[in-house]
């Protein structure tokens, strides 16, 4: 093979697998960039390739690699990284076309393992370009002595006629339900809220400026104060560290005013956890979930790829008036020893036999009263008695120290109470006309259960900061450089910018990486399709691409049927008519040359002209000749017999 052929396939690989550097171990990067640089060395110095055995010690050696790295030669990062590691060691024993295209070949599946890590609109073009690059290598083999703009002129024609080909295959291909190819899909997963809550966990997670889920509602919407968005509730308290504790049986939660009933759809993306976000409080939802005892919304599986279903909350509930005895002394429980100073500050609460909103009302005006500070870098809290700790010496804390703080007291003073986290708040996209709710806007409150109300929301940060609740994370904040660079209020252009870019993205989820099976039956019943099933979609398709493959071959074999003559054919021709109409017809096996000189036989006085007619009609048509082509078709016009020589 060509030099040139060579560097071209190391290019493409190069840019097929460069992406992968962001998700693989830096050993197996490291090693597929030295059997690429390898291998350009060997070429331009011209030394011979490495021997087979030591191909194969080197192949034993890598599988055994993997092996011990990820203990399996399957799934999705490992069978990526041997797929990749085998492609760029595929290039020690490069000699022909035929192995050039089966690097060319696994390139295009590499392609696709790309989107076992990210669908988005950058990697989707990316992936695009790298596409026409490996045609544009294709091409290069089987035809090298084309130049490169006319490669990459023909890769990209072929790229557009087999666009519809693809839009056909998408709209009409049977959708099967579940992640991509049956794989995992936690390589679409983002971190994002956990089932436990210590110090500094939430404010860790506002450091991420990623979404969470996306919300368009129907009707009305909410202010912002409502936006909370109900996910894991904690119950146990070992002195640091709040969980969930084991789950009961599902109850719904008794609802006695739903005048303020909202619907919105959630756009939800992976979290690897399986419970879903709603507004407190959740009646209805579209998907197969569970409303536990405590108001979570919990499916079966994990959400491992990015979700969508519609919800309709109650903004305005008694929820659980008459709970069960086991739950409220759950509530209240404590562990043994920890945190004396805050049980004495709860107990001098009790004093006089005050009602328990009364001594909510207390932690709140202590909170507020006594230079508590909101920071999202608050000092580390290493003592058992953390509560006591930021309660009484250190009095800066993020919204978890508030929530957990808050807890204790409640609890410490006999009132059932329990954290719970999720996210608050959230963006408008005017351009969208939606939310966006990052990870940036998580949060955690509290609940407290009191007799005649139900379990109620407090949110002891809107004591502290209430301009978190009411505006956001960065106008509750003194010193906001530790945010996310679009959380600090950026200049106009940039966060138009910026959400004119999440709208696009939003559509490319919704209506691409989306289409799932009910909205493809959704739109064939739009189109006019009625009783929509996977054969009759199947039979369609066939239908469709059976039609596109036959226009393209009609036109692909257009010049076989239709006959285009050139205007020295046309004039000569309608001399030729004009001849025969003399009673001089040319016969069509003969040649322009002789049948002059059959005219020049019978008519001597034309030989000269017929003869000079025919030696220039012979010039044109086949000894490219174009020049002189106007005068042709002047003189065959001008030539006339004359009524005398007429029969």
Known sequence: MKKTQI??????????????????????TSLCLMFLLWRAYLTYTANALPKRWLLFLITFAIAAGILSSFHTLFGREAGVALLILLTTLKFMELHTVRDATVLIYLACFIIITNFFYSQSIPVALYMLATLLVIITVWIQLSAPTIALKARCTMAATLLLQALPLTLLLFVLFPRVQGPLWGMPQDAFASSGLDDKMTPGSLSRLILSDEVAFRVSYANQVPRREQMYWRGPVLWNFDGRTWTPGRTANSIAPQFTETKQAVAYTVTLEPHNKNWLFALEMPEWISVPAALTYDFQVIQKDAVTMRSRYEVRSVLQYHANLQEAQRQLRRGVQLPPGLNPESLKLANSWLAGNPKDIDIVRYALEYFNKQNFQYTLEPPPLPGIHGVDDFLFTTRQGFCEHYASAFVFLMRAAHIPARVVTGYQGGEYNQTGNYYIVRQSDAH???EVWLTGQGWVRIDPTAAIAPGRVQRGLSASVKNNDVLPFMSRNPPEWLHALRLNWDSLANQWNQWVLGYNSERQYAFMSWLGMESVSWQKMALDMIAGLTLLVGIFALYMLRHFYVHRPDRVQVAWEKLCKRMAKAGLSRAAHEGAGTFA?????????????IQNLAARYNALRYAGQAKDAQEFIRLCAKFRLSRQNRR
């Open 7 to 28: 560097y071209s396939l190391l290019l493409m690989i190069l840019m097929v697998v460069a992406p992968h550097a962001l998700h693989l171990p830096l050993t197996i």
């Open 444 to 446: 955690a409150w509290a």
């Open 597 to 609: 000189a059959r005219i020049a036989t019978v008519h001597p006085e034309l030989a000269e002209p």
